[in-house]
């Protein structure tokens, strides 16, 4: 079983950017299909980006196109979410996740493995 931990989390002005690192343990990275989601009071969770194991296969919600990248090193056990141009509606709580699953999910049903979450506030 593998144990998540984000990182990265903080206050940033509209237009800024950040960088999350999420670092597994307990099992390799590679063995999974990582995922960011986030989570904004009084919403669902809602997906963000995600990526396969080892062929750089990559998904993103529309929102976030453009803006965001998710990116892994399965050498340090790291993914990380490049969140450029940021805006004050995507203040929440981002989660990192981990899926066994063949293809490159988009629901959280699909994903095992939940981080404890960082929080980002993006200020206007």
């Known amino acids: 079983q593998v144990q998540l931990v984000e990182s990265g989390g903080g206050l940033v002005q509209a237009g800024g950017s950040l960088r999350l690192p999420c670092t597994a343990s307990g099992r390799a990275l590679s063995y999974y299909v990582m995922g960011w989601f986030r989570q904004a009071p009084g919403k669902e969770r809602e997906f963000v980006a995600a990526?396969?194991?080892?062929?750089?296969?990559?998904n993103y919600a529309d929102s976030v196109k453009g803006r965001f990248t998710i990116s892994r090193d399965n050498n340090k056990n790291t993914v990380y979410l490049q969140m450029n141009s940021l805006k004050p509606e995507y203040t929440a709580v981002y989660y990192c996740s981990a899926s066994n699953s063949w293809s490159v999910p988009v629901t959280t049903g699909r994903y095992a493995y939940w981080g404890q979450g960082t929080q980002v506030t993006v200020s206007s």
């Open positions: 990526i396969s194991r080892s062929d750089g296969s990559t």
